[in-house]
């Protein structure tokens, strides 16, 4: 069995239990209220969201910067930066823990990517492994490692207020196109305890003769929102589901200084709870209604005893995303 918080810190839990008690009940009442909010938001989005037209691609192909699981000679991290191209152009969804950590520079030299072969940049929310780093996140400032190249104004879609420097941000508040023929859920919000009301964005597209490919940053809105979303917008069935699903059960990845902070930060839950085996039971039962060809799992944020178990339950035939892999649709 594992520790979300390491027994060497309880002792100093323990005496700091009089500030902490205090502070994590206020934090409850905002998360509460926060809780409301989102379903509010949520339930108007979904009620406003409106059919469009969604070009069909000839194909769609994901390359893969920055994952958990990787490639042999390729940086793994838990954090997410995907490379999407198709007949209409590219976007690249997410840029990682950007300068923080030598995973996105490392993995896109080896790859040969870098900004100019990109048509515009969307980040899925922001979090620290999501839109370059702990600093980044902080400052609400998306940062891109110098490695990559100077940004030459290409769109930065973003799902809430933050910055891009050398970019054209432009905040996402509905369903729409983006570039590449890849559409945007809009942002979908989710309160996260410790993070506040958190807004992110999934992406989707249309494979001529297939059907929707959908994917997803660390997943927060739940998949099951996110599916719901998209089958407002367009009536194809659902080809490909991917990305984080936001699943630490038994363990978080990334963790620092005997803190599992994926089980304590990310979740949807007070903190005194966690995500649970009955959770993913539900999301399984989901995925196999939504009944996807292909379920391509991130292994950033879930840990690998969820990714046996989605791998074992899902009818679908499933794959964990490794950095430095090509996929086609
Ligand atoms: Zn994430
Ligand atoms: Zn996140």
Redesign the pocket.
């Known amino acids: 069995m594992s520790f979300r918080i390491s027994p060497l810190w309880w002792p100093f839990l323990g005496v700091a239990s009089p500030v902490i008690a205090p502070f994590l009940l206020a934090r409850n009442c905002k998360f509460k209220k926060n809780r409301e909010l989102a379903n509010n938001l949520n339930e108007d989005r979904l009620h406003q969201a409106r059919p469009f037209d969604i070009p069909e691609l000839d194909f769609l192909e994901l390359t893969i910067l920055v994952e958990e699981k990787t490639e042999r000679n390729f940086l793994g991290d ?3 930066s995907y490379l999407f191209r198709s007949n209409q152009g590219s976007l690249l969804y997410d840029v990682g823990f950007g300068p923080e950590r030598p995973a996105l520079a490392h993995n896109a030299a080896r790859l040969g990517i870098n900004l100019n072969q990109i048509d515009s940049l969307c980040i899925s929310h922001l ?1 620290p ?2 839109m370059g780093g702990l600093k980044a996140s902080r400052a609400k400032c998306v940062t891109v490692p110098k490695e990559l190249g100077i940004p030459k104004g290409q769109p930065c879609f973003l799902p809430d207020k933050a910055v891009a420097e050398g970019f054209k941000c432009e905040l996402i508040d509905s369903p729409r196109l983006l570039t590449g023929g890849i559409a945007t859920t809009g942002p979908l919000a989710r309160s996260l305890f410790f993070f506040g009301l958190t807004e992110e964005q999934a992406l989707f597209a249309h494979i001529k003769g297939k059907g929707l490919v959908i994917f997803t ?2 997943g927060h809105p739940t998949i099951e929102l996110i599916v719901q979303m998209v089958s407002c917008i367009s009536n194809e069935p659902v080809y490909i589901i991917g990305g ?1 699903l ?1 699943f630490p059960v038994t363990a978080g990845r990334g963790n620092r200084a005997g803190i599992q902070f994926q089980t304590v930060m ?1 979740t949807g839950k007070p903190v005194w709870q966690k995500i649970s085996d009955d959770d993913l039971s539900d999301t399984i039962t989901a995925l196999n209604k939504f009944n996807p060809r292909k379920v391509f799992l991130s292994g ?2 879930s840990c690998d005893h969820s990714l046996a178990r989605m791998k074992k339950e899902l009818k679908a035939e499933t794959e964990v995303l490794r950095a430095g892999m090509t996929y086609r649709f």
């Open positions: 838990a954090a997410v979090h492994d999501h940053g660390c984080g936001h990310g950033h944020d």
